[in-house]
């Protein structure tokens, strides 16, 4: 008898070995009720990061339009074919040019996998700027989320240097000139110009030293920056009571209630939950009608079409358009006119007028500029809405700054021939 | 939503579709399916057939590492019948490399050797093309960016178009050829050996350095140019070469197409240390050798010697003319002896801006050459002006006087342009006749007085302000400028005259005066370089006032009096300039 059970029970087991197998991962099943939506989000791991319930305006595409999503996807392409990449990759002076050739030439998808990385490099970094545009303009960065977005600036920051220091690695005319102008522009810094330079480059010029260098925070210091930064960006916007938004009109208007801690610890006659301790416009207690939705299915599916959307994006860049190979260094014959990476080409612009104010003193107030905003306007109105009328001043400042940084970079890019002098490109 | 979702995805399966099939069907895994099965039908034996059918595509390639950098090429890998001598008649790439005993390939029992077999040397190593490649658009070289595209087979498309007929065929390889293969006469790379001589027949030499070859400082070292840049920038530095570098002196030489052609795959195969030697070698032969023209028979004469120096590459002499430097058909009238040897031995010591080169030949040689030029003392025919016009000035001030003459560019100071009325008309008659007569120190323009008697320098003058000043002279209000410079020279006053200098005048004239500010450029005359001492040293305190403080008519340079330059200002400014300009000892045209 007992052994019939057995095995009886061992024919189950088997029987039921992947449903148990697919419920040991996934604990719940496929959500058809709120709590089932709420409890999925809750307890997959990647899912959690996201919030059970968001607001309706964190869904409208017109309000976000993606950006932030965008440059996280690309980042994500970025560190899949970065990896690839590096297996083929070698950090020398005398391999690196080749092993561009071969990647072009005999390794399977390499020049596939090449293009998506250049293009999701340049996507990037473009991404990120209009993700902070779209931030500032719709008043986002306003109390309490100021912190968020000095950490966006500092992503930035990072963004550009990621990028910057993967243009040298194909060790081409391209990369060389182009990094040994970047770092020139560093090198006009007062006091401490040269020593960055040198530091950068390990080096009086750009060389083997420099190749390692740019290597090694290209791989190595600058994605584990970046991801942790994401990381807090990301827990700040949770922290931060979501994404911003319009205040709600009056007849929904959340009224918060602030539990005070050592009232809660000290009445011992209700529990709490740990949620309960959370302060800020989340914590609802009773059943306040608010306006928002559930995360699964709603915000994931707005998330994958993101997703799907980049990726085919860069796909059919990848496949229309080849990564760019000039020839092999040449240090005896700079191109003319040699140019910086298209996002520094403003700051060369800049600095063809004046080598410490283009290149140093006026991206510095920038830069300032930018992390200081948040603090420097306290108005709190006008958050949620594009171009706000309340926001007309802030607004038009960014977007002044905005533009003439635009067209100082389209200058430099099309206007710019040898010698630096003005030329027209058609 | 899912509409959009569903098309993405379907974009997203179309381009992986796409890339997975470039990916695993490569053309030349055709090519190489074609050679199997024809090498199949051609083959008579039958073990070989089975070996051919149970081949399967893979990528060839020939590391090559006794040739400079490690090469790896991968051309066998399309051209996969090169050593197959079945496939003589087949079309590209299944063809047979062609065999030539001028290659050094022998033909034993009816059979084909190389002598440069394909195993030791590669394709690149002669052929150029990116080894590494495995498209046609990488490793022939077509993509713009490869610096060394198939010798003579490939232009690329960025190429001057009219330039590209020029720049194919195969005897660009001989450039190659020569990196091992460096005897001077060798049979296999006659136009290498052409553009050699011709380098030397054409004066390259005098301006350019080669190292072991030359020793010219005025243009860029040609040693390793042929690394450095593409057969089609060569051809346009030579026919053309002020298309690279608008500020280029390199004159156009008369050349035919043959001759460019040679000169260009010389070039091509300038590439630093070649093959053929060690670096110790290298070392020896640039440190060791003295390099010197080949040294000429003792008693050779002068004449001949202009001739085997090809003088007349640039300069006129009789009916032969370079169409680049002066006139030397009158050079014994104009000249001495003297002067003609010390400008060979150093041109830029008797005319500051010349672009001649120093040549390094030895004096005796110089001797000969200047007792030859200072003999040619046949003055030309009595005529008409305007005959003497276009026969001893038109050459340098054109043909209609507007300073356009054709060998204007490579003269500096550059030739009065005497169509300008507002310079022709405010300088007095006495000093244009001057410079006819006595020429202007420290230029190209020569002393006319010796040819031409008073009367014909005075009817020379009335038919150039007849004919192409044409304006009539109006009289101007007296200008008031001192006779003799009243401010002594001090080194206070010098010290101040530099500081107004640097402030208003080196824009155009330059922190060192010598008349290459930065705006230079922009003005037609060019700004005077004031450190030209024999022109310095002419000029009279009085006419220094004049053009300082009055401005130079019909030139970019200003009346200063506008400008709150005071007489004792120009008097500083006078005598920081003759400071920089110590007095030329000897003849006016000569320093010793």
Known sequence: MSQATKEAGLWTAVKELPGNFWSSIFRNPLPSSDLERASTSFTNFFLHIHPVKVHRNTLRPIYTLGLGLISFFLFLILMVTGILLMFYYVPSTTQAYDRMLDLRGSVAFGTFLRNMHRWSAHGMVAVVFLHMCRVFLTGAYKKPREFNWVLGVGLLLVTLFLSFTGYLLPWDQLAFWAITVGTSIAGYAP????????????????????????????VAVLPATLMLLIGVHFWRIRKDGGLSRPEEPANLAVRVTAVPVEKAVEEKKRTYGLVGFVRGPFTKIGNIPDNSVYS???????????????????????????APLEEPVNVMHPPNPAKAPWYFLGLQEMVSYSAFWGGIGIPTVFVLLLLLAPYLDRNPRGVGRWFARERLLANTIFITLVVVKVIFIVIGAFFRGPNWSFVSPW | MRLALAIASFVVLIVHGVVFYDQFFHRWERHQEAYFDQARALSKNQQERAELEARAPRIEQVIVTSFGDTRVDRCGTCHIAADDPRFQGHAQPLRTHSYSAALGDTLRNGRWERRHKFSDFGCTVCHDGQGRGLENYYSHGEDPYWPEPLLGFVTQANWRAEFKPHLRGPEYLEANCAQCHTEENFAGTPHVSRGRKLFFSMNCYGCHRIEGMSEGTLGPDLTEVGKKWRVDYLWESIVDPRANLATSFMPKFQLSDADVESLVIFLKSRRGMNFAETSLARYRATHAAEIKPAAQPAGVRGEDLVREHACTACHKLGAEDGGIAPDLTFEGLLKDEDWIFEHFRNPRSRIPDSIMPAFRFPEEEFHAMAGYLAGRKSPPAPASPAETYQGLCARCHGEKGNGQGKVAYYLDPAPRDLTKAGFMNSKPRERLLHSIETGVPGTSMPAWGKILPPERAEAMLGYVLTTFTREPRREQAAHRVPEANPVASSAGSIAHGEQIFVQRCSGCHGRKADGKGPNSLDIVPRPRNLRNSFFVAALSDRRLFDSILYGVQGTAMPAWIDYGLSQQDVGDIVNFIRSLNQKPTGSQYARR
């Open chain 1, 191 to 218: 006091l401490v110009g040269q020593q960055i330079k040198f530091l950068l480059l390990g080096d009086a010029t750009v060389g083997q030293e420099a190749l390692l260098r740019f290597y090694v925070l290209h």
């Open chain 1, 296 to 322: 699964w299915p709603n915000l994931l599916m707005a998330e994958l079409f993101v997703f799907v959307l980049t990726v085919a994006a860069i796909l059919t860049l990848s496949l229309l358009f080849h």
